[in-house]
Structures are given as structure tokens and as C-alpha cells.
């Protein structure tokens, strides 16, 4: 079973930083890409950042890239996104998901496990 738990959401203020946490199933960690895609109200789940197996490889959609980081650590077994200079766009519900395979995808039907959800809320 792979399980994916969210956290570190939460309100701040536009040009804030914040990091999100992904704790991984040991499976997981050692096997599978991760990645993190958001859900704003109203529009479809988008993707936004993802590190292969190794962690040694990384892609980002281009509305975060320069802005977001994402990373993994082996030994806690976490995956986590570090958001600097947020803006009030960034505002929806950030989820981690595991890749069927070793590397990271923009395509969401390449995840199969998801976690349920972190909030994460902009002010301008």
C-alpha cells in the first residue's frame, strides 16, 4: 500500500514563503517519482513540480519554476515543495502523488497514488 500524507499548508501573504511536506510510504521513497499538483476552485487539477526516483532530476510548470522547489529526503522519507515569493495565483489545494515509475511526470494520468490535500491560501 502507498500512502502519501500532505502538510505545511496554511494563509500567508503574498511574497511569503512556505514549505509543504509529503510523507512517503518507504515503498515509495526508494521506487517512484513524486510529484505536486495544485486544484484552485473551479479549474482542473494542474501540475506543478516533480523529482525522479533519485532525486537527482527535477521539473516544474513554468507559472512556479524559479519560485518552487521541490526535493526529497530518504531518511524521513519525504518529499517536500519550497514556495518563495508566493503570489495570490498560487492560492489552491496542493497534493503529492506517486508516479507509476522511477521519473516524474506532467501528465497526471502517470500518478496513481495521491494524497488528500494541503490548502494553501495567498492574501494579496
Known amino acids: 500500500q502507498v500512502q502519501l500524507t500532505e502538510s505545511g499548508g496554511g494563509l500567508v501573504q503574498a511574497g511569503d514563503s512556505l514549505r509543504l511536506s509529503c510523507a512517503t510510504s518507504?515503498?515509495?521513497?526508494?521506487?517512484?517519482?513524486v510529484g505536486w499538483f495544485r486544484q484552485a476552485p473551479g479549474k482542473e487539477r494542474e501540475f506543478v513540480a516533480a523529482?525522479?526516483?533519485?532525486?537527482?532530476?527535477?521539473i516544474y510548470a513554468d507559472s512556479v519554476k524559479g519560485r518552487f522547489t521541490i526535493s526529497r529526503d530518504y531518511g524521513s522519507n519525504t518529499v517536500y515543495l519550497q514556495m518563495n515569493s508566493v503570489k495570490p495565483e498560487d492560492t489552491a489545494v496542493y497534493y503529492c502523488?506517486?508516479?507509476?515509475?522511477?521519473?516524474?511526470?506532467?501528465?497526471?494520468?502517470?500518478?496513481?497514488?495521491w494524497g488528500q490535500g494541503t490548502q494553501v491560501t495567498v492574501s494579496s
Open positions: 523529482v525522479n526516483w533519485r532525486g537527482d532530476s527535477t
Open positions: 502523488a506517486a508516479a507509476l515509475g522511477s521519473w516524474g511526470t506532467r501528465d497526471l494520468s502517470g500518478y496513481r497514488y
Open positions: 518507504r515503498r515509495t521513497s526508494s521506487n517512484n517519482g
